[in-house]
C-alpha cells in the first residue's frame, strides 16, 4: 500500500485512463499503480461517477415558464430602453444645459457688484423628455358570488357581471352577502369583501391606488419593483405595499391590516409613518396594537395571464351547500357564484353543511359553462365509490414540485427568524390534490414540534400554490415533511 | 481572416498597439449585432428580442449552474434584468455571447452566495418517504437521476465559488480555458489550476458520497467489465 501522505493522485493519467487515451503500456502500468494505491483508486473512482454525472447533467434540460416570465420581461425591457435613452439624450442635454447656465453666470459675473445665486436649472427640466403617463389598464373580474354595482366614470350605475370590465374612476358596491375577486395584472389580484365599497382611483401598469370606503380589500400583489406601486387607501391612510399577501378594512372609524406575507407600510395624511407590518401579522392603525393573523386571508384570484380570457364557470345557490371551492378558491355558497376558471376539466368540491365533502369534476368549455341546477344535484350526487377513488402520482413528481416549492417558503422562515431567531424544527403537511393537480387542502399533521402557528400558516399559504401533474380520478392525499434549520 | 493573422503577428510585446487597433479591428471580424445595438440605443423591442432569442441557452447556463433545486425561473429573470441595465457598457471587444456567460454567471454566483447566507428550508421528504398508498409503483429511474444530481450539487457547494464557477463552465458547459479565462476575467494559467484542484476535490467527494455509492459500483464494475474485455482481447493469440 502507497502512503497517501506522501503522494498525489496523478488526475490527468487517471483522466486520460478514463478516455481511453492511454496506451496499451501506460494503461497496464497504471493498472498496477491503482492495485497498490487507494487514494488513486478512489479519485478514479470519484473521476467515473463525475464523467457519468456530467453527461446527466448535460441531458437534463431547465423547466422554465417563460409564457409566465413574458410580460415581466416586456416591462423591464420598456424600463431599461427608458432609462437607456434618458442616460444617452437627457442626461448629456441636462449636463449641457448646467454647463451653459454656469458659463452664462461666469460670463455676466464682472459686470455685476454683487454675485448672484446660480440661476435655478429651469433649462434641466426642459430638455427632459416628457415621462409618457402609462395607460390605464382595464380589469377582469375573476370570480362574483352574489350582487354587485359598478358606477361609472360619468356616474351611470349598473349591475357588476363576470363579463363587465372595471376601469380606473370606477366605483364597486358589494351586497352584504357578496365577494368580488378582481385581477389587476400580472400574479396581482384584490378580492373585495361582503359590503365593501372601493374605489378605483388609478389602475396603471405599475402604479395601483385602491380607495376603501367600506369592508374589507384582500390583496395578493407580486413583487414590485421600484418605481412601481400598490396603495389602498382607507380613512386618510395609504397602505402601501412591498409584494405580499394583505387585507385591509374598515370597520365604522378603525382601519386594521393584516398581512399574511411581505411587507406593508400605514402612512397617514401628512404622509408619516404610522405603522409597518410584516407579515404574517395585523396591525390596528387607531390603537397602534399588533397582533397576529387569526386565519388565512382569502385569495384573490388571479386567474390566468392578461390577454388571455379563461372561461366562466357559473354554479347556482344551493341549500345544502355551505362552501364552494373550485380552482384553489373557496367561496361561501350564499348567492350565485361565477368565476373565471381554466377551460377543461374542473374539480368541483362541494362541502355540504352537515360536514361531508362532494367533489366532482366538471368539463369548463372555451365559452363557458352555466351549471343549472338539475345538473348540479345529479353532479353532487354522483357515486360516492368513484369520488372515493384515489388517482396516482408517482414519488419523484411529488418530489419535484416540493423542492422547486421550497424556495416560495423561504420567505416565510426568514420573516418568522426575525422575530423569534431560534425558531427550527421539522413539520408535516398533509397535502390533498386534485385531479387537475391542484392543492385543495394543506394541513400540518400532528405536532408542529415547536415551529410557531404563524410560520406554519405561512407555510401552508405558501403551499398552496403549488401544482402538481394531475393525478387523475379524484385526486390524492399525502405527507410532506419539511424541515426548518439555520445556523446562528 | 487575414485581419485576424496580423493581430495575432504582433505579439506580447506590442500589447499596447493591439489594444489600441482591436476596436476596430473587431467591428471588422465580429461586427455588433444590430439586434445588439438597437438594444444598446433603448430600443424597447431589441431588448424584448434579445430575451426571446438568447432565454434558452441562459436558462440552460443557470439550470447548470445552479442545480435540479435552484431557482432557476428567478435567476434567469434577474440575468436580463441585469442584461438589459447593463448591455449599454458591452463595447464588443469581446464575443457577445462571452459577455452574456459573464453576466449571467456572475448573477448566478452572486444568487449562489445569497443562498449559502440564507437559513434552509428543506423538505425532508425521501422518495419512500413521499409515496402515499395510492401512489403508482413504477421505474424510479428519473427520480433516482434527480437524486444523483441533487447529490452532486451538494458537492459542488462545497468548492470555493471560483473554483466551482471554472468547473461548471468547463465540464459542463463544454467551454475552453480560454473562453473561460476571458468570462471570469483570469487567466488561462488560473483557470487550469483552479479547475484541477476542483475535480480533485470534487473526485474525492464523489467517491465516498453514500448517496452515489451505486452509480460508483456500476461504473466500476463497467470499468473492470472494459478492462477484462481487453484483457482476453490482449490474450487472444
Redesign the interface.
Known amino acids: 500500500m502507497i502512503a497517501s501522505r506522501a503522494h498525489e493522485?496523478k488526475?490527468r493519467a487517471l483522466e486520460a485512463l478514463q478516455a481511453q487515451r492511454l496506451s496499451?503500456a501506460g494503461r497496464a502500468r497504471l493498472?498496477r499503480h491503482l492495485e497498490r494505491c487507494e487514494l488513486c483508486e478512489?479519485?478514479?473512482?470519484?473521476?467515473?461517477?463525475?464523467?457519468?454525472?456530467?453527461a446527466?447533467?448535460?441531458a437534463?434540460?431547465?423547466?422554465?415558464?417563460?409564457a409566465?416570465?413574458e410580460l415581466?420581461?416586456?416591462q423591464?425591457?420598456?424600463?431599461?430602453?427608458?432609462?437607456?435613452?434618458l442616460?444617452?439624450f437627457a442626461l448629456p442635454a441636462a449636463a449641457v444645459a448646467v454647463a451653459a447656465a454656469v458659463l452664462l453666470v461666469l460670463m455676466l459675473r464682472p459686470t455685476q457688484r454683487t454675485p448672484q445665486p446660480l440661476a435655478r436649472p429651469a433649462a434641466v427640466q426642459k430638455v427632459s423628455p416628457a415621462q409618457p403617463e402609462a395607460a390605464s389598464v382595464v380589469a377582469m373580474l375573476t370570480a362574483l358570488r352574489g350582487t354587485a354595482t359598478v358606477v361609472g366614470t360619468d356616474g351611470s350605475e349598473q349591475r357588476l357581471t363576470l363579463d363587465r370590465p372595471v376601469r380606473e374612476g370606477e366605483r364597486i358596491a358589494l351586497a352584504a352577502d357578496a365577494e368580488v375577486h378582481v385581477r389587476l395584472g400580472t400574479d396581482t389580484a384584490m378580492a373585495l369583501g361582503p359590503a365593501a365599497r372601493v374605489g378605483l382611483q388609478r389602475l396603471r401598469e405599475h402604479e395601483t391606488f385602491i380607495d376603501l370606503l367600506e369592508g374589507s380589500v384582500t390583496s395578493q400583489v407580486r413583487h414590485l419593483q421600484p418605481g412601481e406601486r400598490y396603495v389602498v387607501h382607507a380613512l386618510g391612510y395609504a397602505v402601501s405595499v412591498v409584494g405580499t399577501h394583505f387585507s385591509v378594512s374598515v370597520d365604522d372609524d378603525q382601519l386594521h391590516v393584516a398581512v399574511e406575507q411581505g411587507h406593508v407600510v400605514v402612512t397617514d395624511a401628512q404622509d408619516r409613518v404610522v405603522g409597518d407590518v410584516i407579515g404574517p401579522g395585523s396591525f390596528e392603525v387607531a390603537t397602534g396594537t399588533r397582533a397576529g393573523i387569526d386565519a388565512a386571508l382569502v385569495k384573490p384570484r388571479v386567474a390566468g395571464v392578461p390577454g388571455t380570457a379563461w372561461p366562466a364557470l357559473s354554479l347556482p345557490q344551493w341549500p345544502s351547500v355551505a362552501t364552494w371551492q373550485v380552482d384553489g378558491s373557496s367561496f361561501a355558497a350564499s348567492g350565485q357564484l361565477a368565476m373565471r376558471v381554466p377551460a377543461g376539466d374542473v374539480t368541483l368540491t362541494a362541502q355540504l353543511t352537515d360536514g361531508r365533502l362532494r367533489k366532482t369534476l366538471v368539463r369548463v368549455p372555451a365559452e363557458g359553462l352555466r351549471v343549472e341546477e338539475d345538473v348540479l344535484r345529479r353532479l353532487l350526487r354522483a357515486n360516492d365509490d368513484e369520488a372515493r377513488e384515489?388517482?396516482?402520482?408517482?414519488?419523484?413528481a411529488?418530489?419535484?414540485v416540493?423542492?422547486?416549492g421550497?424556495?416560495g417558503?423561504?420567505r416565510?422562515?426568514?420573516l418568522s427568524?426575525k422575530q423569534r431567531p431560534d425558531v427550527s424544527g421539522?413539520l408535516t403537511l398533509r397535502i390533498a390534490v386534485d385531479a387537475a393537480g391542484r392543492v385543495t387542502r394543506v394541513t400540518p399533521r400532528g405536532d408542529a414540534g415547536g415551529v410557531p402557528e404563524d410560520l406554519v400558516t405561512c407555510i401552508r399559504t405558501g403551499a398552496e400554490r403549488w401544482r402538481f401533474p394531475p393525478p387523475g380520478a379524484s385526486g390524492?392525499?399525502?405527507?410532506?415533511?419539511?424541515?426548518?434549520?439555520?445556523?446562528h | 481572416m487575414r485581419v485576424i493573422s496580423s493581430t495575432a503577428a504582433l505579439g506580447p510585446t506590442t500589447s499596447w498597439l493591439r489594444r489600441r487597433a482591436e476596436p476596430e479591428l473587431q467591428a471588422i471580424m465580429d461586427p455588433l449585432d444590430p439586434l445588439v445595438r438597437r438594444a444598446?440605443?433603448?430600443?424597447?423591442?431589441a431588448?424584448?428580442e434579445l430575451?426571446v432569442r438568447h432565454?434558452q441557452d441562459v436558462?440552460?447556463i443557470?439550470?447548470?449552474a445552479l442545480g435540479?433545486?435552484g431557482?432557476?425561473?428567478?435567476v434567469?429573470?434577474d440575468a436580463?434584468?441585469q442584461i438589459?441595465?447593463s448591455?449599454?457598457r458591452f463595447r464588443g471587444n469581446s464575443k457577445f455571447s462571452t459577455w452574456l456567460y459573464r453576466v449571467v454567471t456572475n448573477v448566478a454566483r452572486m444568487h449562489l452566495r445569497s443562498r449559502r447566507a440564507?437559513?434552509?428550508?428543506?423538505?425532508?421528504?425521501a422518495?419512500?418517504?413521499?409515496?402515499?398508498?395510492?401512489?403508482?409503483d413504477?421505474p424510479?429511474q428519473?427520480?433516482e437521476?434527480?437524486a444523483?444530481?441533487r447529490a452532486?450539487y451538494r458537492q459542488l457547494d462545497q468548492l470555493s465559488e471560483k473554483k466551482r464557477t471554472v468547473l461548471v463552465l468547463h465540464?459542463?458547459e463544454?467551454l475552453s480555458p480560454a473562453e473561460i479565462g476571458e468570462i471570469v476575467e483570469a487567466p488561462v494559467l488560473t483557470v487550469r489550476t483552479r479547475l484541477?484542484y476542483a475535480?480533485?476535490e470534487?473526485?474525492?467527494?464523489?467517491?465516498?458520497?453514500p448517496v452515489?455509492a451505486e452509480?460508483?459500483e456500476q461504473?466500476?464494475e463497467a470499468?473492470s467489465g472494459g478492462?477484462n474485455a481487453g484483457k482476453r482481447a490482449?490474450s487472444e493469440p
Open positions: 493522485p488526475l496499451a493498472r478512489t479519485t478514479l473512482r470519484g473521476l467515473r461517477v463525475h464523467t457519468q454525472l456530467t446527466a447533467v448535460r437534463s434540460a431547465p423547466q422554465v415558464d417563460f409566465r416570465m415581466a420581461m416586456r423591464h425591457a420598456r424600463a431599461a430602453a427608458r432609462r437607456s435613452r442616460t444617452r384515489a388517482g396516482t402520482l408517482k414519488p419523484d411529488i418530489m419535484s416540493v423542492q422547486a421550497l424556495p417558503l423561504q416565510c422562515y426568514e427568524l421539522r390524492i392525499t399525502f405527507d410532506a415533511p419539511i424541515r426548518l434549520s439555520h445556523q | 444598446q440605443a433603448g430600443d424597447e423591442r431588448l424584448h430575451f432565454r436558462a440552460r443557470v439550470f447548470r435540479p433545486d431557482d432557476v425561473d428567478d434567469v429573470q436580463f434584468i438589459f441595465r448591455i449599454g440564507r437559513p434552509q428550508i428543506a423538505s425532508g421528504v422518495p419512500e418517504d413521499a409515496k402515499p398508498a395510492s401512489l403508482a413504477g424510479e428519473e427520480a437521476r434527480h444523483r444530481l452532486l465540464d459542463f463544454g484541477f475535480r480533485k470534487l473526485y474525492a467527494a464523489l467517491a465516498t458520497d452515489l452509480v460508483a461504473v466500476r470499468a478492462a490482449g
